[in-house]
Nanobody
Framework: QVQLVESGGGSVQAGGSLRLSCAVSGYTSSSYCMGWLRQAPGKEREGVAAIDSDGATSVAESVKGRFTISQDNAKSTLYLQMNNLKPEDTAIYYC?????????????????WGQGTQVTVSS
């Protein structure tokens, strides 16, 4: 059974940084895409960043230059380093995974989901 468990969310002031982690267990496929998606109050969930099993990445324009996605295969952990945070980054952040190499930021393409972690950025 695949399990994704996020951690690292919290409250920060604008301009601050946070690093989100996602511990992955039970996933055995050698090819995959993993991503971070977020949902702000009253808005649809949107893709933030994705990484595949070859290490290729895709980052949404809204966070490019501020957010970095990475993975530690030895620790089976996915990360999202978020710098220069803005109030509009406030959302619940979800870790997600899907089989196959194709990078995607589209919510409907992901099969497995974590429970989410809250990030709140104050001005």
């Amino acid at each position: 059974q695949v399990q994704l468990v996020e951690s690292g969310g919290g409250s920060v002031q604008a301009g601050g940084s946070l690093r989100l982690s996602c511990a992955v267990s039970g996933y055995t496929s050698s090819s995959y895409c993993m991503g971070w998606l977020r949902q702000a109050p009253g808005k649809e969930r949107e893709g933030v960043a994705a990484i595949d099993s070859d290490g290729a990445t895709s980052v949404a324009e809204s966070v490019k230059g501020r957010f970095t996605i990475s993975q530690d295969n030895a620790k089976s952990t996915l990360y999202l380093q978020m710098n220069n945070l803005k109030p509009e980054d406030t959302a619940i952040y979800y870790c997600a995974a899907r089989a196959g190499y194709a990078l995607t930021l589209q919510e409907y393409r992901y099969t497995y989901w974590g429970q989410g972690t809250q990030v709140t950025v104050s001005s």
